[in-house]
């Protein structure tokens, strides 16, 4: 995906890509602006286009997870109120 002598993404058009090589990759590019700025343009919306993956896609990771909080929540103060409300009527 990226080599260390050239430290620059080569993208090939039949070449599958990876979510964790293009994580991988992106932090490898984005030490140093330097190696940013040496890049053809091609490159730079290959680049952007993989940040953008990274990003939303943590997005919606994030948005699952807050989702999973909620709902699990709600189920667990619900069975709380109909725990109290049961012990409630035994006593």
């Known amino acids: 995906m990226f080599g260390k002598m050239t430290r620059f993404i080569t993208i090939k058009a039949n070449e599958k890509i990876s979510y964790p090589v293009l994580t991988l990759a992106c932090m490898h590019l984005l030490e140093s602006t330097f190696y940013v700025r040496r890049l053809t343009m091609r490159r730079r919306r290959y ?6 993956m990274i990003t939303f896609t943590s997005f919606l ?5 807050f989702l999973f909080a909620v709902a699990l929540t709600s189920v667990i103060v619900v069975l709380f109120s109909f ?3 049961f012990t409630e009527a035994i006593l």
């Open 83 to 85: 725990f109290l409300v």
């Open 47 to 52: 680049l952007l286009v993989a940040l953008g």
């Open 61 to 65: 990771l994030e948005i699952s997870r």
